[in-house]
């Protein structure tokens, strides 16, 4: 099954050559030969003992890309900071890194004697206002009938209005607070208040623990919500006008190139960094499943896909480059004890991640089979 250089036959048939009859038949009969050295005959059992197969042309998208590098990461309506609108010693906290929590959830609990004189003060301005109302309204009526001075109309109305905002703003406090102003009470007054979730997500850090005071403007804990994971990546500034929304993204983390992921291309940023004259690209995870497996901050490396053409292809094994040439084996004729291919040269086009374009597939028959598996060995020999 081994091929003998056609250049070597060539050069025995040039110096051969005459312009008699005899000499011109002798080189066709050379030209034969050297057809018959790309011949290769395999028996049924060499076949099917190497685990060769064939293959016919087939038509698949080949893509231009465009490379990229970034991080995974959440937009900032998924990235939360935690902290407590009212100072506090906390009584109670049980999470760690990486647990989930869901929304409404207690994340701690903080305890503070400030915290009964907040539901004392709104329960004295509740009281009072009932009271003040009356007044008002009563002297509204008094000083319409010209039976009480405006002076005291004044009076009632201002206190009604004062002890009016006063118990509006309590209100709101207690409702930052958690605490439910309508049920409230003298019975359930309380020295402690939860503090809930505002997202689903997972916790990230943990700066406090139990029996500490944390102050309003310190952060307590991070949640972050991953199903909401996108790509954060950085193109160079040259291939800007080749990528736009809706376009596929290819990634994998770095440093594990053993399984890919895609994503789609959400957002392209309008301003290019100065120093490095690069241009942020977001891009969606479309399996959200899968997000879910991975964290924020991992690094990957990407493809995006900016156009794609349709090709006639074989597989990477069927092509086989040899002296900057790339041959197939073209089947031509298969029995119940052999198979016949012949060496034929192709001019190939773009490459994927397992087939290969045939630029002249024009050359070959609608239905021609090629050695798709095995070529290697057969063409190198």
Known sequence: MKFIKII??????LIGSCTTKTESEN??????????LNIVTLTTKQFQSSDMSTGKLELHQFHQTVQANGMLDVPPQNRV???AYFGGYIKEIRLLPGEEVRKGQTLFVLENPDFVQFQQDFLEAKAQLAYLKSDYERQKNLVQDNVTSQKNYLKAESDFMVTQVKEQSLRKKLILMNIDPISLDITNMRTSINIPAPIDGFVTSVNFSRGAFINPE???LTIVNTNALQLQLNIFEKDLKSVHA???IRFSIQDDNSATYQAKVHMVNKTVDPEKRTVGVYGIITDKLLAKSMNAGMYVEAEIYTTSVAGKSLPLD?????????YVLLLLNKTDTDYTFEKREVKIGSAGE???EILNASDFKENSEFLVT??????TE
């Open 246 to 248: 809706g376009q596929t």
């Open 374 to 379: 095995g070529a290697f060995n057969l063409i």
């Open 27 to 36: 080189t066709e009969k050379a030209l034969e030969q050297i057809s018959d």
């Open 354 to 356: 397992a087939y290969i």
């Open 318 to 326: 069927a092509v086989v480059e040899e002296n900057g040439k790339h």
């Open 8 to 13: 070597t036959v060539l050069s025995v048939v």
């Open 218 to 220: 310190e952060e307590a």
């Open 81 to 83: 900071s935690v902290s």
